[in-house]
C-alpha cells in the first residue's frame, strides 16, 4: 500500500473509507455528512461512492443520531456517528452515558455497541460560541467508553479504523485546528500502535509532557524550541483506558511531569493523570505535577482565544518551574 502524505482530515477520510470497503455493515450518519462532505469535509465522497444507505444526512437532533445508532448497533451494524462540532454532543449525553455506556454490563456482556462517535474537538479556529469545546473529560469520568484522541494524521488513518472495529463504544476525539497538518501516512495499518497505548513522541531526559489532541504538537514545538534542556513528549492517545506502562515509564525517567490539555485545568482529564502520577511515582519525582490548560470560564469569544489556549510559552514556563524545584 505505500506512504502518502495526507492532511489529518484526509486520513481520516481515507480510514473511513477503508472500514466501509471492508465491511458492508459500516455506516456513516451526522449532520452534513452526505452531499457537503462534513463542516471540515472529513465524509468528503463518500456517499457519492457508498449511497445515501450507508452515508446518511440526519436531521439537526444530536440525541436522534445516537438513539439510532444504538438501535443498529443491536441489529448487528457499527455506526460512525458525526458530532459536527464539540459543543453539540450534549444534547446526545444522556443517550451516550446512560445507554451506549452500560448496555454490555446491563446485558451481563451479552449484547455489544460497537458505535464509533467522532467529536472534533478543542479551538484554534477563530468559530463562535460552542464550536471549541474540549469535553473529554466528561466522558473519562463515564465507564463503559473508550475514550480516545489523535494528534496527527496517522494516528487518525489507523484509529478511525480500530475504533469501527472495537467491540465496546469509541469517542474519538480530533483536534480541529490540525485537521490541515499534513504529514507521511502508512497505508498499511497492521503494524499500528493498538488503540488503547500512549507512545513517546519525543524522547528526553529532564521533564515528561503529557498531551493529547490538539496539545500534542504544541508540546513538541515547545521542545523543539527549548534549547537547554531534554524534553520528552507522551501522546497519551488513550484517554481511557489509560496507558499507564508509557506514561509511569517516562516519568519515573526524567521525575518532573507537565501536563498540557485545552480542557479548563480544575477538573480537568489532567487532573485524573497528576493524581496517578502522584501515587504510583512519588518516591521517584523531583517537583510536583504541573498542569497547564484553559481557565475556569466558558470558552471566550475567538478574538480572545489565544489568551486561553495553552501555547509554546505557558509550557516553557511550567517546564522553567517544574525544572527550579
Not at 469501527?164 to 498499511?188: G, H, M, N, Q, T
Not at 483506558?241 to 507537565?258: A, I, K, Q
Not at 501536563?259 to 501515587?279: C, D, M, Q, W
Request: glycine share 8%; proline share 7%; aromatic share 8%.
Amino acid at each position: 500500500m505505500g506512504v502518502e502524505t495526507l492532511s489529518l482530515s484526509r486520513a481520516m477520510n481515507e480510514g473511513l473509507r477503508r472500514a466501509m470497503e471492508d465491511d458492508p455493515k459500516v455506516l456513516v450518519m451526522g449532520e452534513d455528512v452526505g452531499r457537503l462532505g462534513g463542516v471540515f469535509r472529513v465524509t468528503d465522497g463518500l456517499q457519492k461512492d457508498f449511497g445515501e444507505s450507508r452515508v446518511i444526512d440526519t436531521p439537526l437532533a444530536e440525541s436522534g443520531i445516537v438513539g439510532t445508532a444504538i438501535g443498529l448497533a443491536l441489529r448487528g451494524y457499527r455506526p460512525v456517528c458525526e458530532i459536527q462540532f464539540d459543543g453539540f454532543v450534549f444534547p446526545a449525553f444522556n443517550q451516550i452515558t446512560t445507554q451506549l455506556a452500560k448496555m454490555r454490563l446491563r446485558s451481563l456482556g451479552t449484547l455489544e455497541l460497537p458505535v464509533v462517535i467522532r467529536i472534533p474537538f478543542g479551538g484554534g479556529i477563530g468559530a463562535a460560541e460552542h464550536h471549541s469545546e474540549s469535553p473529554e473529560a466528561y466522558f473519562t469520568h463515564t465507564g463503559g467508553l473508550r475514550v480516545v484522541a489523535c494528534s496527527n494524521p496517522s494516528d487518525a488513518y489507523t484509529m478511525i479504523q480500530q475504533a469501527i472495529s472495537c467491540p465496546d463504544p469509541v469517542i474519538l476525539f480530533e483536534p480541529k485546528r490540525r485537521y490541515w497538518d499534513r504529514a507521511p501516512v502508512e497505508l498499511d495499518p497492521s503494524g499500528a500502535v493498538p488503540l488503547g497505548r500512549a507512545v513517546v513522541a519525543r524522547p528526553g531526559r529532564d521533564v515528561t509532557l503529557l498531551a493529547y489532541g490538539p496539545a500534542v504538537r504544541t508540546c513538541l514545538e515547545a521542545a523543539q524550541a527549548d534549547e537547554t534542556r531534554s524534553i520528552e513528549v507522551v501522546d497519551v492517545r488513550s484517554l481511557s483506558p489509560l496507558d499507564e506502562e508509557t506514561v509511569l515509564s517516562s516519568v519515573r525517567r526524567t521525575g518532573r511531569c507537565v501536563v498540557v490539555h485545552e480542557a479548563p485545568v480544575f477538573s480537568g482529564y489532567g487532573a485524573e493523570l497528576a493524581a496517578r502520577i502522584t501515587e504510583r511515582c512519588f518516591y521517584d519525582l523531583r517537583a510536583p505535577v504541573l498542569r497547564v490548560g484553559g481557565f475556569s470560564t466558558p470558552y471566550p469569544p475567538s478574538r480572545l482565544e489565544r489568551h486561553y489556549l495553552p501555547d509554546l510559552d505557558r509550557v516553557l514556563d511550567a517546564v522553567d518551574r517544574t525544572m527550579a524545584w
